[in-house]
């Protein structure tokens, strides 16, 4: 539905400007005009740094808390990369109100006044830990609704914002494949501080890198970006404790040339998760995220490209 999508192309608008158009519940970015193939076979999302709470969302959180649940700030990281040839989606409405990194009937039979039917009854961890399709608390444990919902409710949010946000994600990767053989999808998504102590033997993480354990991308691609990342400073992780969501799961596929990586970013590196506010951080994990889409965006990657195929 086109009243529910922005597309752009690189440098006419920034995010925050689209944010403010109420009722669009996500914006693509593309690297070239509108109908001619992507330059790069790189595409990067953000699935959880939407920040539209729309209102037919009824709450009884306050506006800090319900924020919480959000990948704070991680499209601004990605403004940048449709300069560089990259072509981006982000979701606007926000986590709390649908997650588009979850099975759109990945649902809590407890949220609703009826019963579910049967093809919308999850029983997936996330499920269990209130954190489905349409969550029942923040990350936190706060309960974010004092009523129950209906399903209908829950069929709209999977309508309007999670069919057209896999639509048009879709629609990313099949051009970049179609154009260059292959397609490389990075999901964004940044964790809180407490999420990252354990991942390594040394202490926390900065970032962890998640491809299911090798299921969902080339080795070449989790190597390149770990290599970059240590270089610059970052203490790196696989796979635990987040090995790659729904997004990377769905469309990592190597073996039909696409290839999917999950980063998760520790909040701790440019956040204050108490206030959510920006630290001096920012700058240097803005500057950083930049050059690692640039330096995607212009790898050769012979080992990804199918064989006979001239990059």
Known sequence: MLDHIVVMSAGKTTLD???QARGRFHAVWRAGPEGMPPPTPLVLSSPHSGRL???DMVTCLSGLDIRRSEDAYVDKFLETAPNHGAALITALAARAYMDVNRRPYELDPEMFAEPLPAFARGHSPQVAAGLGSVARVIAEGLNIYAHKLTFTEAQTRI???HVPYHNALKDLIDQARAAHGFAILIDWHSMPATAARGAIASGPCDIILGDRYGASCHPALIERVEV???AWGYRVARNNPYAGGYTTEL???PQAHVHALQIEINRGLYLDES???LTSGFHRLR?????????LATEVWDGLRPEGLNP
């Open 17 to 19: 400007s689209v944010e």
């Open 251 to 253: 469309y990592g596929r």
């Open 53 to 55: 709470y729309p209102d």
């Open 159 to 161: 309508d309007r914002v």
């Open 275 to 277: 206030c959510l506010k």
């Open 228 to 230: 970059a990342l240590s």
């Open 287 to 295: 500057a950083d995220i930049a050059r690692l889409s640039q330096d």
